[in-house]
């Protein structure tokens, strides 16, 4: 959280002044914000909502500021990180659905997720579904094609 927010007031303080400077740093803070979000939730809904929150900024950041084809970069970033992510929402209903097997009540508090005995099985595919969500947005190679353009 610490590093989030001192890379924010250095991206901050980089800008320059061409214009839009007040929109862009509207997007920079609702962009830390998320950041905060994702990295303080305990709770897996609460954490995806804020995962899913961060595209907004993200995606007004490369439509508004980026280069000539900007608007191409911004439409593929959409489509990739929303295909990622639900990839990501199946895996936590799925750990969701395996706390309820195991206590009787749909949990998706990560304290809770940690007392579950996952099979090897089921942890290879979860592992796999948030390795790809995670690796999109991220972008890890070979689904960081969105990146050039962005």
């Not at 803070?29 to 939730?41: D, I």
């Not at 990839?87 to 195991?102: D, E, R, S």
């Amino acid at each position: 959280i610490v590093l989030s927010a001192f890379m924010s007031f250095i991206s901050i303080a980089a800008l320059s002044d061409d214009g839009n400077l007040k929109h862009l740093v509207i997007s920079v803070l609702f962009l830390e914000s998320t950041m905060m979000g994702v990295f303080s939730a305990l709770d897996m809904i609460l954490f995806y909502s804020f995962w899913e929150l961060s595209l907004i900024p993200l995606l007004y950041i490369i439509g508004a500021f980026g280069s000539k084809n900007r608007i191409y970069a911004a439409i593929k970033f959409f489509i990739y990180t929303f295909l990622g992510s639900i990839f990501m929402l199946v895996a936590i209903i799925f750990i969701g659905y395996l706390c309820y097997q195991k206590s009787g009540v749909f949990s998706f508090n990560l304290l809770d997720w940690y007392k579950l005995g996952i099979g090897e099985n089921a942890q290879i595919w979860l592992f796999l579904a948030f390795f790809f969500a995670f690796g999109v947005k991220t972008p890890l190679f070979p689904f960081h094609t969105w990146l050039p353009y962005a």
